[in-house]
Nanobody, 114 residues
Framework: VQLQASGGGLVQAEGSLRLSCAAS????????MNWYRQAPGKQRELVAG???????KYTDAVKGRFTISRDNAKNTVYLQMNSLKPEDTAVYYC?????????WGQGTQVTVSS
């Protein structure tokens, strides 16, 4: 299983970014996919998740600003991030769980300046 995340960068507060995570080596459409983030000095936290049947969940801090989606034809999960805040600054990781094993992408840095 390989997860390749992209789309991070430097953006001003209130700006937008779209993260992508391309998956390979797995039957993408039958697995739940998640986005996590880890800020400096903090634990990694779940940001958003989307199940195989497109049930979605968000952490409270991003509700109304972030949107997770998936394209099973492209084996890709997305995270659209709007109205970004400095506290959203972190390394963002895509994640999935297969056979009780966690798989992680390499992470993509998101930096929001005030």
């Amino acid at each position: 299983v390989q997860l390749q995340a992209s789309g991070g960068g430097l953006v001003q507060a209130e700006g937008s970014l779209r993260l992508s995570c391309a998956a390979s080596g797995m039957i993408f459409r039958i697995h739940d996919m998640n986005w996590y983030r880890q800020a400096p000095g903090k634990q990694r936290e779940l940001v958003a998740g989307i199940t195989s049947d497109a049930t979605i969940k968000y952490t409270d801090a991003v509700k109304g600003r972030f949107t997770i989606s998936r394209d099973n034809a492209k084996n890709t999960v997305y995270l659209q991030m709007n109205s970004l805040k400095p506290e959203d600054t972190a390394v963002y990781y895509c994640n999935t769980n297969l056979a009780r094993l966690n798989y992680w992408g390499q992470g993509t840095q998101v930096t929001v300046s005030s």
